[in-house]
């Protein structure tokens, strides 16, 4: 949609998508990313990630889209399985970061 803007969080950059109109998708760049000039960056974007895009995100980098979806347990479980949701960076919200393994945990259970 434009440059990217800095922002403080994810969330904050979440509130920054909100504002754009074209805006339908964010990616936020977390101060651990390995690059220091991008972090605490926010890019927004105009279209939903595909699938095989999600599968290439990088460490350091969380995303979302612009409005929570209505049904939060299909997502969260989703999330959860692929292991590409990181409650502890929002303190209300699911963002999804990089992921880090592609199956569920032996018996079904969630780590």
């Avoid at 949609?1 to 994810?10: D, M």
């Avoid at 889209?65 to 209505?70: A, D, K, L, Q």
């Avoid at 399985?81 to 992921?99: D, Y």
Wanted: aromatic residues 10%; hydrophobic residues 40%; positive net charge.
């Amino acid at each position: 949609v434009r440059e990217p803007l800095p922002a403080r969080t994810g969330l904050e950059c979440r509130h920054l998508c909100q504002a754009h109109p074209r805006c339908q998708a964010w990616s936020f760049v977390l101060p651990s990313f390995e690059d220091q000039a991008l972090r605490f960056s926010c890019w927004l974007k105009s279209r939903v990630w595909n699938p095989s895009e999600i599968a290439s995100w990088s460490a350091g980098v969380i995303s979302g889209i612009r409005h929570c979806p209505r049904s939060w347990g299909s997502v969260l479980d989703d999330l959860q399985w692929r292991r590409t949701i990181n409650l502890g960076q929002e303190p209300f919200g699911a963002v999804a970061s990089a992921a880090v393994s592609s199956a569920p945990a032996a018996g079904g259970g969630s780590a």
